[in-house]
């Protein structure tokens, strides 16, 4: 693979070089407010909408592992991580079994 080609990968930056977190924080603000001029609803609205969803998964979730011993949580989001490594990455269930591995997480360190 190219040099040139790597780089893209890895968003052009060099292994040695130093991450300015002010201006990743600056890029990302930039490349938002630049999408929002794209067809569709605001980034935000999008945002808000996607987090509701998540809101609730996380409600759902909490009922569900009520009284769940925390090491069998901890056993729950392992599989679900395993599951997913097992699927290929262009599978969409590949990426929920992902997501239920990482709302679980929340749940793991909360004890």
Do not use: C
């Not at 052009?12 to 609803?41: K, M, T």
Request: glycine residues 10%; negative net charge; hydrophobic residues 45%.
């Amino acid at each position: 693979m190219s040099d040139e080609r790597d780089g893209a990968l890895d968003g052009g930056f060099d292994d040695d070089e130093d991450l300015d977190p002010e201006a990743a924080e600056q890029a990302i603000r930039e490349f938002i407010a630049s999408a929002d001029d794209l067809d569709g609803p605001a980034v935000d609205v999008i945002a808000a909408a996607v987090m509701d969803l998540v809101d609730g998964a996380w409600n759902a979730i909490a009922t569900v592992l009520e009284g769940v011993a925390h090491n069998k949580v901890l056993a729950a989001q392992l599989f679900l991580g395993q599951r997913a490594r097992e699927r290929d990455g262009s599978d969409d269930v590949q990426w929920q079994l992902h997501a239920a591995s990482t709302l679980l997480s929340g749940f793991v360190v909360r004890g």
